[in-house]
T-cell receptor, first 116, second 111 residues
C-alpha cells in the first residue's frame, strides 16, 4: 500500500504555544487528506477533511480557529494546534487518499501531542 | 456521532482461544472495512467487504458481512499474542467521502 508519514511522532509543548504536525504522502498524490483525533483506548474521531488547494471542511464541534489545517500541495497537509491547552493532548492521525473515495485512505503512524 | 457500535468493548483472552467481534448499525451500508491498530501506530486495513452475506478469510481471521448489510463480524481462531490490538470497523459516510469508525474493540491476548 501507499506510504503516509507524520512528523513529529511525539511532541511535548507548554500551554499557550502552537504546534504544527505534518502529514506527507510519500509515493502518491493525495487529493484529499483527513485528520483524526484519538483518545486512549478509544476509536478515531474525524476532525476535518482537506482537499488540495481549498479550505478544509471541519466536523461539527471542531474549532477551525483552534485547529488550523493547510493542504497546500498534493503531498503535504499540516495541522496546527494553536494556543494549546492540556485538554488538546491526544493522538492525532492523518490519512491520505488519491481520489475522493472513503475506502482508499492510507493512514499515517500518528503524532502523540502532550500539552503541559 | 458514532454510527457503528462494536461489541465487546474490551476482551482479554488466553492464547489459543477463539473470539468474535461484532459491528452493528441501524442503517444499511454499501461496504465495510475492518482495521487493526497497535498502540502508538495508525490503523492498518485488514479487509473490505462489499456484498451482503460475503465471507472473507485472512489466515486465522474470518470476516462476515450480514445479509442485510447492517452488521459485520470478525472471528479469530486460535488467537495469538500478536493479535493484540484495537479492532475497528469503518464505513463510508453516505454521500460524502468521509470514513466513519466504529466504537472499537480492544483485544488483549495473554500468552
Amino acid at each position: 500500500g501507499a506510504v503516509v508519514s507524520q512528523h513529529p511522532s511525539r511532541v511535548i509543548c507548554k500551554s499557550g504555544t502552537s504546534v504544527k504536525i505534518e502529514c506527507r504522502s510519500l509515493d502518491f498524490q493525495a487529493t484529499t487528506m483527513f485528520w483524526y483525533r484519538q483518545f486512549p483506548k478509544k476509536s478515531l474521531m474525524l476532525m476535518a477533511t482537506s482537499n488540495e488547494g481549498s479550505k478544509a471542511t471541519y466536523e461539527q464541534g471542531v474549532e477551525k480557529d483552534k485547529f488550523l489545517i493547510n493542504h497546500a500541495s498534493l503531498t503535504l497537509s499540516t495541522l496546527t494546534v494553536t494556543s494549546a491547552h492540556p485538554e488538546d493532548s491526544s493522538f492525532y492521525i492523518c490519512s491520505a487518499a488519491n481520489r475522493k473515495a472513503w475506502d482508499t485512505q492510507y493512514f499515517g503512524p500518528g503524532t502523540r501531542l502532550t500539552v503541559l | 456521532t458514532q454510527l457503528l457500535e462494536q461489541s465487546p468493548q474490551f476482551l482479554s483472552i488466553q492464547e489459543g482461544e477463539n473470539l468474535t467481534v461484532y459491528c452493528n448499525s441501524s442503517s444499511v451500508f454499501s461496504s465495510l472495512q475492518w482495521y487493526r491498530q497497535e498502540p502508538g501506530e495508525g490503523p492498518v486495513l485488514l479487509v473490505t467487504v462489499v456484498t451482503g452475506g460475503e465471507v472473507k478469510k485472512l489466515k486465522r481471521l474470518t470476516f462476515q458481512f450480514g445479509d442485510a448489510r447492517k452488521d459485520s463480524s470478525l472471528h479469530i481462531t486460535a488467537a495469538q499474542p500478536g493479535d493484540t490490538g484495537l479492532y475497528l470497523c469503518a464505513r463510508g459516510g453516505g454521500a460524502t467521502n468521509k470514513l466513519i469508525f466504529g466504537t472499537g474493540t480492544l483485544l488483549a491476548v495473554q500468552p
